[in-house]
């Protein structure tokens, strides 16, 4: 037996496979190499995925073990390291060393590298020079940009902040009617100092204007339908601003994948600046499937078909269908743009839907046509009338001993006016600006139908940066609904209700406020509810928020509960995506309901607000 263990042990080295570190150069090219792992270390300031996403070499996904490991590449490597060398530099680390070591599996044919990088010190701009070459009366405007700019000095130099400061330098002087502004850069790196010196030269030009626009790229489409949406005349002062809000008129008719707008020389006038845009058309029919998940709605499906030129002139008519643990509902609509004159837009909506809320279960089927008008491209108001037919199930007799009126079912008619103000600067992820939002329903009177009340709702919501980087956003909303005539009462589906994922969270959906004896909520005539929150990038495109929601609901009309308010405070990391942030929050209610937990979790899809 003391035999046999050495021998053992010499079986198994002998049996292993061989593991040799070698370079690039000592791999044997007539064998065809495997790629089993591709590690990286000693990066600080770069996570390793956004150092992944700029190599082609890419290993073998670890939730697809049956599939073969790629080949490994010995050129596409090699140009790996230069892209990371590259990527280091554009993020202003010039002195960054990179290195590898191969590990090598004779017997599997497999290539294991190992990237070492020491990142060293970034550059920072220690000058940041704006100079006018020909107009020196702009100066002041010019310097009042200055905060601004996405380069500052103090900070660290990065390419995509030099070429954005240079485009938003070029803007503003394209909103100043200076078609022809032209920007020259210069960026001198120190590299003993960690230094960069950078400066930029503007040729400021006459005041142009537009001249004629046109249209490329057109084949199904018809070329009026673009000059349409132009925000801009012949004649009419030259601006970036004009030029981007037509570009964004003809993305939203999902008629073309891209548009482009160039500046044409003009041989006769310098001042006159001819337009060509120039689209590219996507299919105007298109499906939609989507599938997803919240905590509130649970597993949440989407199909839909929508024709974006039904007839021509831009006409849309869509058929889709939405199913979750909360809401099923088929719609059938139609959107005609430029009704009756630019800027008018009118839909019809004809759909079944069942909401299924805690403490009642609603089926109704509503028709709703809907004129809306942009005032500004900031102010949007509309015009709605909406008639519908309304049922309620499973309803707890607690919950209707505790209104003065109840009907189960019965005809909705009313109209609804309403109002958008908002100045954000992204829809989706906003960092600066503000929305202002209201609405007033009548319903019933001289428009008929069983129910007889009247509704307004108002929100704000406002965002500013505080630091470079953290965003402090705040909303406040508030809702008053009264009866009147033949009714007593605010029907049970339209009353407000206050609590849940995109409410005030640390409180369950529709737990804060009035319960029933049965613990469900009835929900009630007036409400409020707001939140502060704090959003900050934390590492890539994941960012972090801290926030204090409040709320509370009134069972009287106009009566605001400000001295019965409950709280609650949380936090949230949230995954950008091009759809918006993919939100977790955690919220602790300071005052839960009797037997309700003392923490809640909302999952969720675009920022809370």
Same mark, same amino acid.
Request: cysteine-free; proline content about 7%.
């Given at each position: 037996?003391k035999?046999?263990c050495?021998?053992?042990?010499?079986?198994i080295?002998?049996?292993?496979a061989?593991?040799r570190?070698?370079?690039?150069e000592?791999?044997?090219?007539s064998?065809?190499?495997?790629l089993?792992?591709?590690?990286?270390?000693g990066?600080?300031?770069?996570?390793?995925?956004?150092?992944?996403?700029?190599l082609?070499?890419?290993?073998?996904a *670890?939730?697809t073990? *049956?599939r073969?490991r790629?080949p490994?590449d010995?050129?596409?490597?090699a140009?790996?390291?230069?892209?990371?060398q590259?990527?280091?530099q554009?993020?202003?680390?010039?002195?960054?060393?990179?290195?590898y070591?191969?590990?090598?599996n004779d017997?599997?044919h497999?290539?294991?590298?190992?990237v070492m990088?020491h990142e060293?010190?970034?550059?920072?701009?220690?000058?940041?020079?704006?100079?006018?070459?020909?107009?020196p009366?702009?100066?002041?405007?010019?310097?009042?940009?200055r905060?601004?700019?996405?380069?500052s000095?103090?900070?660290?130099?990065?390419?995509?902040e030099?070429?954005?400061?240079?485009?938003k330098i070029?803007?503003?002087f394209?909103?100043?009617?200076?078609?022809?502004v032209t920007?020259?850069?210069?960026a001198?790196?120190?590299?003993d100092?960690?230094?960069v010196?950078?400066?930029?030269?503007?040729?400021?030009?006459?005041r142009?204007v537009?001249?004629?626009t046109?249209?490329e790229?057109t084949?199904q489409?018809?070329?009026s339908l673009?000059?349409?949406e132009?925000?801009y005349k012949?004649g009419?002062?030259?601006?970036?601003?004009a030029?981007e809000?037509?570009?964004?008129?003809?993305?939203?008719?999902?008629l073309?994948?891209?548009?482009?707008?160039?500046q044409?020389e003009?041989?006769v006038n310098?001042?006159?600046?001819?337009?060509?845009?120039?689209?590219d058309?996507?299919p105007?029919?298109?499906w939609?499937?989507?599938?997803g998940?919240?905590?509130?709605?649970?597993l949440?499906?989407?199909?839909?078909w929508?024709?974006?030129? *039904?007839?021509?002139?831009?006409?849309q008519?869509?058929?889709?269908?939405?199913v979750?643990?909360?809401?099923?509902q088929?719609?059938?609509s139609f959107?005609?743009?430029?009704?009756?004159g630019?800027?008018?837009r009118f839909?019809?909506?004809?759909?079944p839907?069942?909401v299924?809320?805690?403490?009642?279960?609603?089926?109704?089927?509503?028709l709703?046509p809907?004129?809306?008008?942009?005032?500004?491209?900031?102010?949007?108001?509309?015009?709605?009338y909406?008639?519908?037919?309304d049922r309620?199930?499973?309803i707890?007799?607690?919950?209707?001993r505790?209104?003065?009126?109840?009907?189960?079912?019965g005809?909705l $008619?009313g109209?609804?006016?309403?109002?958008?103000?908002?100045?954000?600067?992204?829809?989706?992820?906003p960092?600066r600006?503000?929305v202002?939002?209201?609405s007033?329903d009548q319903?019933? $009177?001289?428009?008929?139908?069983d129910?007889?009340?009247l509704?307004?709702q108002?929100?704000?919501?406002?965002y500013?940066?505080i630091?470079?980087?953290?965003?402090l956003?705040a909303?406040?909303?508030?809702?008053?609904a009264?009866?009147?005539?033949?009714?007593?009462e605010v029907?049970?589906f339209?009353?407000f209700?206050?609590?849940?994922?995109?409410?005030?969270?640390g409180?369950?959906?529709?737990r804060?406020?009035?319960?029933?004896?049965a613990?469900?909520?009835?929900?009630?005539?007036s409400?409020?509810?707001?939140?502060l929150?704090?959003r900050?990038?934390l590492f890539?495109?994941?960012?972090g928020?801290?926030?204090?929601?409040?709320?509370?609901?009134?069972?009287?009309?106009?009566?605001?509960?400000?001295?019965?308010?409950?709280?609650a405070?949380?936090?949230g990391v $949230?995954?950008?995506?091009?759809?918006?942030?993919?939100?977790?929050?955690?919220?602790?209610?300071?005052?839960?309901?009797?037997?309700?937990?003392? *923490?809640?979790?909302?999952?969720?899809i675009?920022?809370f607000?």
């Open positions: 037996m035999q046999f050495p021998l053992l042990v010499i079986g080295l002998l049996g292993s061989p593991v570190a070698l370079t690039l000592d791999l044997d090219a064998r065809e190499w495997q089993k792992e591709l590690v990286v270390i990066n600080e300031h770069f996570s390793t995925g956004q150092l992944r996403a700029e082609v070499s890419k290993t073998r *670890w939730y073990p *049956w073969s790629p490994f010995p050129a596409s490597f140009t790996d390291l230069e892209r990371l590259r990527f280091y554009a993020q202003g680390y010039y002195e960054v060393q990179i290195s070591d191969l590990e090598i017997a599997t497999s290539v294991s590298p190992q990088i060293g010190q970034p550059v920072q701009v220690t000058e940041l020079g704006l100079a006018i070459a020909d107009q009366t702009f100066t002041p405007a010019l310097e009042a940009l905060p601004s700019l996405p380069l000095k103090g900070e660290v130099f990065t390419e995509a030099y070429q954005q400061t240079e485009a070029k803007e503003f394209l909103d100043q009617q200076r078609g022809r920007v020259e850069k210069a001198h790196i120190i590299l100092q960690h230094a010196r950078v400066h930029y030269t503007i040729t400021v030009g006459p142009t537009f001249g004629e046109q249209v790229g084949e489409v018809d070329p673009v000059s349409r132009l925000k012949p009419e002062p030259f601006s970036a601003k030029v809000e037509s570009r964004k008129n003809l993305l939203k008719l999902d073309f994948s891209s548009v482009r707008f160039l044409e003009s041989p310098p001042t006159i600046i001819p337009m060509r845009v120039r689209v058309e996507r105007p029919r298109e939609k499937f989507g599938i998940y919240g905590t509130e709605d649970e949440r499906g989407q199909l839909r929508r024709h974006n030129n *039904w007839f021509g002139d831009g006409r008519f869509e058929v889709q269908a939405k979750s643990a909360i809401n099923r088929l719609d059938i959107l005609q743009p430029h009704f009756l630019p800027g008018n839909s019809l909506t004809f759909g839907q069942q299924d809320e805690p403490g009642y279960l609603l089926n109704r089927a509503r709703q809907r004129l809306e008008r942009d005032f500004t491209e900031t102010l949007t108001g509309f015009f709605a909406r008639a519908e037919y309620l199930n499973s707890n007799p607690a919950t209707i505790m209104l003065r009126e109840f009907e189960r079912k005809v $008619s109209v609804s006016l309403g109002l958008m103000w908002t100045t954000t600067d992204d829809p989706l992820n960092t600006g503000g202002v939002t209201f007033a319903v019933g $009177s001289f428009l008929g139908g129910f007889n009340f509704k307004l108002g929100e704000a919501k406002k500013q940066l630091t470079a980087k953290t965003v956003a909303r406040l909303k508030l809702g008053f009264d009866p009147f005539g033949d009714s007593a029907p049970l339209e009353r209700f206050v609590g849940g994922a995109n409410s005030v969270r409180y369950g959906r529709h804060l406020g009035p319960l029933s004896t613990d469900d909520p009835v929900g009630g005539r409400a409020i509810e707001g939140s929150e704090l900050r990038p890539a495109k994941l960012g928020a801290l926030f204090l929601d409040f709320g509370q609901v009134s069972l009287h009309s106009f009566d605001l509960p400000l001295d019965d308010l409950r709280f405070l949380g936090f $949230s995954y950008t995506t091009p759809v918006g942030p993919l939100r977790l929050d955690i919220g602790f209610p300071l005052d839960p309901p009797r037997g309700d937990q003392f *923490w809640q979790i909302h999952f969720s675009g920022q607000f």
